[in-house]
């Protein structure tokens, strides 16, 4: 018996997209706080700790609590948001992507019923979709992973909606087949595909080959997103650019923390 909600959808717009769902009467969709772009009357909104699932609710509300406060690990709200319709016909409700990329939907059916994606991915899912956190347990993955020692994890047998930046790959490998990544590029992978971060290798390529010190290494069976352009490079090519015009700081004004700032960037792969 399916315990997330039957959602439908229609993705919108070309670089900068949002996904807009169909709800029936008493359907619902949970979503990251701030996500909202438009929706009909008869939407209600309610702000919650979790995400509204079975899983989260069966520690009471100390097992909400502490299912809200996982997330602030990943850098995202302590709250979630979830919209029902409460009318007697259909109603919409939309979603945008924060920055340039696309939308991917993923029906968890189709995936063992788990995801593990990026913290900043999740953009919103059908009630019932468990959403938490993923810590990855080799050391290596712990010490040098950056943002990739804490993932998320989405659970369940209903859709979810997650976000990259630029354009997608999707890459399904065979058993034993392996991948190197850019550590910012990984978006997402399936449950069965292992991840591990690795050095680059020799000194001189990680200081002056342009690539950072680690990429995220892959292994099959399973199947993995792939990024082309990460928010933190978009973010960093950004302030380079603004660094460069009148009333912006120029590149001769480095200080201590924009040289720790860009050593930083070897390790994230940026």
């Known amino acids: 018996m399916a315990m997330a909600h039957e959602i439908d959808y229609k993705i919108q717009g070309d670089d900068m997209q949002l996904v807009e769902i169909e709800l029936d009467p008493r359907e619902s969709v949970v979503a990251e706080a701030g996500a909202m772009t438009y929706m009909d009357q008869g939407i209600e909104m309610e702000t919650i700790f979790g995400d509204g699932s079975q899983r989260s609710n069966q520690g009471g509300f100390m097992g909400r609590l502490m299912g809200a406060g996982k997330r602030v690990l990943t850098g995202e709200s302590l709250f979630m948001t979830v919209?029902?319709?409460?009318?007697?016909?259909?109603k919409?409700?939309?979603?945008?992507?924060p920055y340039p990329g696309k939308i991917i939907p993923?029906?968890?059916?189709?995936?063992?019923?788990?995801?593990?994606?990026?913290k900043d991915a999740f953009l919103c899912a059908a009630k019932?979709?468990?959403?938490?956190?993923?810590f990855q347990k080799k050391l290596g993955v712990g010490f040098f992973g950056g943002e990739g020692f804490i993932?998320?994890?989405?659970?369940?047998?209903?859709?979810?909606?997650?976000?990259?930046?630029?354009?997608?790959?999707?890459k399904e490998l065979m058993p034993g087949e392996t991948l190197k990544?850019?550590?910012?590029?990984l978006v997402a992978l399936t449950r069965d595909v292992s991840y591990n971060i690795e050095y680059v290798g020799k000194i001189k390529s990680a200081f002056f080959g342009g690539e950072g010190l680690f990429f995220a290494t892959v292994s099959g069976p399973g199947k993995v997103w792939i990024q082309s352009?990460?928010?933190?490079?978009?973010?960093?090519?950004?302030?380079s650019a603004v660094r460069g015009v009148p009333g912006g700081k120029s590149k001769g004004e480095g200080s201590v923390l924009d040289a720790l700032g860009g050593l930083g960037n070897l390790f994230d792969g940026d």
């Not at 995936?111 to 994606?117: E, F, L, N, S």
């Open 83 to 90: 919209f029902t319709n409460t009318w007697n016909d259909k």
């Open 92 to 97: 919409h409700v939309s979603f945008a992507a």
């Open 106 to 118: 993923m029906d968890l059916t189709e995936y063992q019923g788990k995801i593990i994606c990026q």
């Open 128 to 134: 019932g979709v468990s959403v938490g956190i993923e």
């Open 151 to 170: 993932m998320q994890k989405l659970e369940g047998d209903g859709l979810a909606f997650v976000h990259a930046g630029g354009t997608v790959i999707e």
């Open 181 to 185: 990544i850019d550590t910012g590029c």
């Open 229 to 239: 352009l990460p928010f933190s490079r978009l973010a960093d090519r950004m302030l």
